[in-house]
């Protein structure tokens, strides 16, 4: 047989024992931490505003509320308190002037410099006159002189009003006034639209300086002139200025100053918009204190926007503990399951010492299986609550989670103690997700118990559903005390209640039964409905043992019978022992006529074989046996009975042949012992022990009862002797059992018969043709030649009442 599959995973993870212990147990809890998380941390009620209270709420202790409405109107406030921001560009001035000085200036150098190239260098000769030309080419002089003022002072001007200028010569009174005009104008703040400053008349406005970065608060906005309106006030502030200037000028300067005016004040709305943000979010919030045992919620009130405030505070105060209360939970939950698998190793030790990691591993796959199934139940059951009708509540559809079933699985493959063990971890868990509710952990602990004593003799199919019936009447009447107990007596909550316990109990036996042979293949299990199976004689590896090795066939089912009697008298698995008892020796079906049960005409085939040789092929047959069984899928107890029902066993009779042919050497007695192990359960024991005992009873000349009790009784004293039975926990009480066992039935396979006369014989004064049925047989004055001696080589006469 091929290695389970868990058993495979395991190979490879190279763990050592207790690292995977460990890594078991840190397993299940993470994965039942996070089922049962939000059972884990304080939890508040959850409401919306009309809903019904279901319960008092009361302050634990001293908090704070925040009123929502007033820290609202109190961030409001101070967003609003908060001014606009306008930027001031005063480099606005500076660059406009200098843009005027620059622009007459060059002007003023340019005349110059004509006049200059104009002026004859002969006084008797004149300028020649070229007449259209020279006009042509005086135009195209102008516009290329108008083009240079213009993009150097940065406006348009006419070309009347450029002649003009030409014609005053750039004159500095010119460029004074305008400079003048633009600098009172400026200075005094001009906006390109006014309609955003009037806005903020009541509270004013921030005006920040872009040069120096210096913010000044401006309550008269009124004063700051609109674009339309600096421009209109040119002429009126120049009046004053150009008042000996001649009407031409004076439109000139007037003309050339409104066309330099620009916006030197502009509204910053993301900088004003940032500001208010952070007042906003910098505004305190409005808080008034909660004292210990204040109510906060009344049952029957309609829930309110301030009962929601309150609430959703005592949530925020609840939330600082979660994590607390997480890491609490986390370890009170290890805790728990710690001590659960120190009761399993330590208390359970007999049932799991051997591959304890499998047994564990098995339990945490329930237990994470059954989790997980509470889980999804509770999350339906909790879906459609809400939906329910015609009397069905929610606490009728959890009577319907067969929750039991991890118990009969685990009944089922490692008895009762484990199964009632993971039916309080089962349970507990269970009543966790249904806030911790003693009534749920009450009837989820008293139906697993149940269904563990139902499977405890599992023989038959039919068990499980027998089982589920049995559970689901149990189910019934707890379901009737929990609706008793909760004051919940309606005819229709009462018929619905026990429609789905029954169904619980139902659905708990088909359950098991579905899953039970998945965990069997996975972890390698051997239940007795298996084992009853395999007992059935018919099987074709018994029915080629029967044919191939019939002597050996004959031996394997005394074998059989003699430890399951055996079994039943020392509280060990009978039905176990008679199974492995049966195909203890498929070995060997290999080579058959090696093995002296089924010899025939008295030749022996080791007479011509070394003793060495002799020894292999009998040691062969536990490894052959191993993989029959193997191959055959016998079972992993199967399989370990057939290695170790030799043990470390001496061949003694090939060891003293071997002495014999090699007198002057010294023979190692190790070289002629069975590979092992020593039977490591009770049930290999029993099979090591009947395999000895039966084998030599057929060697008695004149099996009588004396004889016959001595013969187990030093079979058995030389096997405990040789330390064969260390390990499988076989006390001397059961020793003394198994002998008394091992007598009886040997006395009944080899009781003496009665030879029959053939004449007749009187009886009562009739001649009665026929055998004497009743005549008792003569008993034995004292022991017959040959018995075994007593002496110093018996512990204990066993088998003795």
């Known amino acids: 047989m091929k290695p389970t599959v868990f058993q495979d995973v395991w190979k490879h993870l190279k763990l050592t024992e207790n690292a995977s212990k460990w890594l078991i147990l840190v397993g299940v809890t993470l994965i039942f931490v996070a089922i049962h998380y939000p059972n884990l941390v304080p939890s508040v009620a959850h409401y919306k505003i009309g809903d019904v209270v279901e319960k008092d709420i009361k302050a634990k202790k001293d908090f704070l509320v925040e009123d929502i409405e007033a820290t609202e109107a109190n961030r409001l406030k101070a967003m609003e ?27 003023r150098r340019h005349q110059e410099a004509e006049k200059a190239l104009q002026q004859p260098v002969l006084p008797n000769l004149a300028p020649t006159d070229n007449g259209p030309h020279r006009r042509i080419v005086e135009a195209d002089r102008f516009g290329e002189r108008k083009s240079q003022f213009e993009q150097t002072a940065g406006m348009k001007i006419d070309a009347e009003s450029y002649a003009l200028l030409e014609r005053e010569g750039f004159h500095q009174r010119i460029e004074d006034a305008v400079v003048q005009i633009l600098t009172n104008i400026l200075d005094n703040g001009v906006i390109g639209n006014k309609d955003l400053l009037l806005r903020e008349m009541d509270r004013g406005i921030l005006l920040r300086d872009l040069e120096s970065g210096a913010e000044t608060i401006l309550l008269r906005l009124k004063s700051i002139y609109g674009l339309d309106q600096a421009r209109s006030m040119v002429r009126i502030i120049g009046s004053p200025v150009l008042a000996q200037e001649s009407a031409a000028v004076r439109n000139l300067v007037v003309e050339i100053a409104q066309s330099l005016i620009q916006p030197n004040i502009a509204y910053n709305r993301k900088e004003t918009e940032e500001r208010r943000r952070r007042a906003y979010e910098s505004a305190k919030p409005v808080l008034y204190q909660i004292k210990a045992g204040e109510m906060l919620m009344r049952e029957g009130e309609r829930v309110t926007a301030e009962h929601l405030m309150k609430l959703n505070a005592l949530k925020d105060q609840e939330q600082t503990r979660s994590a607390l209360f997480g890491v609490a939970g986390s370890a009170l939950i290890m805790a728990f399951l710690l001590s659960t ?25 329930i237990l994470v299986t059954f989790f997980l199934l509470v889980r999804v139940a509770f999350s339906f059951i909790e879906s459609i609550s809400s939906s329910l009708s015609y009397g069905i509540t929610p606490i009728s559809l959890l009577f319907a989670i067969p929750l039991a079933s991890g118990s009969m699985t685990t009944c089922l493959f490692m008895g009762m103690n484990p199964a009632a063990i993971l039916s309080v971890v089962l349970a507990s868990a269970s009543a966790l997700l249904f806030q911790g509710r003693f009534e749920i952990m009450f009837f989820f602990l008293m139906n697993s118990l149940m269904a563990a004593y139902c499977v405890k003799r599992c023989r038959e199919r039919r068990v ?38 029954f169904l619980g109990g139902v659905l708990t036996g088909v359950l098991a039964s579905g899953v039970a042979p998945l965990f069997e293949w996975a972890f390698g299990y051997t239940t007795d409905i298996t084992l009853l199976e395999l007992a059935n004689l018919d099987r074709p590896i018994l029915r080629r043992l029967l044919l191939e090795a019939p002597g050996t066939y004959h031996h394997s089912v005394i074998v059989g019978s003699m430890v399951e009697a055996a079994a039943s008298e020392i509280g060990a698995n009978p039905l176990l022992a008679k199974v492995c008892g049966y195909y203890h020796d498929i070995g060997k079906i290999r080579k058959p006529l090696y093995f002296i049960e089924n010899q025939a005409g008295g030749k022996n085939r080791h007479d011509k074989l070394a003793p060495s040789m002799s020894k292999r092929i009998l040691a062969a047959h536990v490894k052959d046996g191993v993989e029959m069984a193997k191959e055959n899928k016998l079972g992993q107890a199967i399989i370990d009975a057939i290695q170790q029902h030799h043990g470390t066993s001496l061949m003694r009779f090939f060891y003293e042949k071997a002495r014999q042919q090699r007198s002057d050497q010294d023979i190692n007695p190790d070289d002629f012992r069975y590979p092992g192990p020593k039977p490591q359960t009770r049930e290999a024991g029993l099979v090591m022990l009947a395999d000895v005992v039966e084998a030599a009873s057929r060697t008695l000349e004149n099996p009588t009862p004396a004889r016959i009790q001595g013969l187990v009784q030093n079979l058995i004293n030389k096997v405990f002797s040789d330390g064969q039975l260390d390990d499988c926990e076989l006390t001397l009480r059961d020793l003394h059992n198994i002998a008394k066992v091992f007598t009886r039935i040997l006395n009944a396979i080899h009781h003496h018969r009665i030879e029959y006369p053939d004449q007749l014989v009187v009886i009562g004064g009739k001649a009665i043709h026929g055998r004497i049925d009743q005549q008792p047989t003569k008993t034995e004055a004292g022991p017959a030649k040959g018995d075994p001696p007593e002496g110093a080589g018996h512990i204990k006469r066993l088998g003795i009442s």
């Open 464 to 501: 499980f559903i027998r089982a589920g019936f049995t559970i689901g009447l149990l189910n019934v009447g707890l379901a009737t005390a929990i609706c008793f107990y909760e004051i919940r007596v309606s005819s229709f909550e009462l018929i619905w209640s026990w429609t789905f316990a």
């Open 81 to 107: 308190e908060v001014l606009s921001v306008f930027d001031h560009d005063t480099s606005l001035l500076t660059s406009l002037t200098t843009a005027v000085h620059r622009a007459f200036d060059i002007q």
């Open 341 to 365: 698998a120190y009761i399993l190793l330590r208390h359970l030790s007999p049932f799991l010492r051997q591959n304890a990691d499998k047994h564990l591993l098995f339990l945490a796959s």
